[in-house]
């Protein structure tokens, strides 16, 4: 079975900084593409960044370019978003997600299989 646990999640002051943590596991037949999502109170669901984990393809929202990076260790099967001088906008709970093929990234009822979810408050 598929399974994206996230992890990293926290409270920090505004100017501060995250890295939250993706464990992918249980693709066995292709390398999936992740995503990162966020959700805050009252708002729909966004798309902030996605990698391909098969190469080096990735892509940052232009929200947070230049504060938030997406990375990858194959050998730990994660995938991780370093979030840098956060703000209250940031607020939200943070989900990951995996699917084939990595084309309209931004789009989150086209991935396959979502993580539990990590909050992320700022304040």
């Known amino acids: 079975d598929v399974q994206l646990v996230e992890s990293g999640g926290g409270s920090v002051q505004p100017g501060g900084s995250l890295r939250l943590s993706c464990v992918v596991s249980?693709?066995?037949?292709?390398?999936?593409?992740v995503g990162w999502f966020r959700q805050a109170a009252g708002k729909e669901r966004e798309g902030i960044a996605a990698?391909?984990?098969?190469?080096?393809?990735?892509y940052v929202d232009d929200s947070v370019k230049g504060r938030f990076t997406i990375s990858q260790d194959n050998a730990k099967s994660t995938v991780y978003l370093q979030m840098n001088n956060l703000n209250p906008d940031d607020t939200a709970m943070y989900y990951c997600?995996?699917?084939?093929?990595?084309?309209?990234?931004?789009?989150?009822?086209?991935?396959?299989?979502w993580g539990q979810g990590t909050q992320v408050t700022v304040s």
């Open positions: 990698i391909y984990t098969g190469g080096s393809n990735s």
């Open positions: 249980g693709y066995t037949s292709s390398r999936p593409s």
């Open positions: 997600a995996a699917k084939v093929g990595l084309g309209r990234w931004w789009i989150d009822h086209e991935y396959n299989d």
